[in-house]
């Protein structure tokens, strides 16, 4: 019978579901995914919807199984609703995981996102580690927290939710650490966490490049057509930089950034080649303004992505923001090395498998 994980809380699952089941894999073992329950993001050929981040692990991981199996509930407006025919819904999810785990060593399932969710309708994370028998792991993003000793009340309060209930919250693994705060969470509340009776499974250092996208990514996301070099799109792109100054002015932004997406109109051709100059991951351009042919051949001899997007600049970047907010098959497949190489370091993988 395959062992069964449940990973659920705040935001890094999906990354941390991959680089997990990447590591068993080179064991030997063989893993199933599951996200019984997900938010609607995507539209498959079939005009059924599905989450993004799930297609991105079957592709990314070539998993055999139909979006359908993997992720048979999807929510995208409404959830209450659910609780009419909740037998059906349960059956359904029951079904799927029986077929994903059947023949697996373990099966990684990734919850829909906090435990209190759903619980109204009685699909709450604890319901769903009942359902699956499963470990059931904690997900907590120690960034952005001005004050980072609030994970614990959080993780106190996720702990009674699950005591409350007769199934135990095995244990955590702390995501996302920024440098100044890795001593305080290892040497002080580390310690707390497990005084909890909780297993402290791993600490996952910041890695500000790990869920970036790629250029490949961001031509889907912009509708753009590949001017130059199509064979660079798998260029990781970690910042955004707006040319909308003089040349001499922009270079000194240009330079700062690391691996930008350098985005600026296809009329500003003395701006467009000095941005190329500063080898970005990719310079944009907007509007459907076609650039000067001195351009094309610069591009191409610098070895820069050169794309042309029909929006204008404003929306260009809301539209490569909300890229930085998904996980696709390209961006896992390109960090693969680097994500295995983040569980090795930070997370006691074994353990899990006991």
Sequence with gaps: ?????????????????????????????????????ARATYKL???????????????????????????????????????????????????????????????????????????????????????????????????????????????????????????????????????????????????????????????????????SPTVHDIVESIDAEVLENKDKLSNVVEDIVVGAMSPSAALRWFRRASNAAIITGGDRTDLILVALESKPSVVILTGNLYPDVTVLVKAKELGVPLLLTPYDTYTTVTKLREVWSRVTADSLKVKEKEIVEAINKGVDWRALLE
């Design 1 to 37: 019978m395959a062992k069964t994980l449940l990973l659920f809380g705040e935001k890094g699952k999906t990354v941390i579901a991959f680089g997990l089941l990447k590591r068993f894999m080179q064991e030997g073992l063989k893993v199933g995914y599951f996200k019984p329950i």
């Design 45 to 211: 050929p079939s005009l059924k919807y599905a989450a993004a981040d799930v297609i991105a692990i079957k592709e990314a991981l070539g998993l055999p199984e139909p979006i359908e199996i993997l992720n048979p509930v999807v929510i995208s407006r409404t959830t209450i609703e659910l609780k009419n025919d909740i037998d059906t819904v349960k059956k359904t999810l029951e079904e799927s995981f029986s077929s994903i785990s059947e023949g697996k060593d373990i099966v990684v399932v990734e919850s829909y996102s906090s435990p209190e969710a759903l619980a109204c309708i009685g699909l709450s994370v604890v319901e769903m580690a009942k359902m699956f028998n499963a470990k059931s792991v904690l997900v907590i993003d120690a960034k952005d927290r001005d004050i980072v000793d609030e994970i614990l009340d959080r993780i106190y309060l996720y702990k009674f939710f699950f005591d409350k209930q007769d199934y135990p919250l095995d244990g955590v693994i702390i995501n996302n650490v920024p440098i100044y705060f890795l001593e305080r969470i290892n040497d002080v509340i580390v310690p707390l966490i497990r005084d909890m009776g909780l297993k402290v499974y791993g600490v996952l250092s910041e890695r500000s490049g790990l869920l």
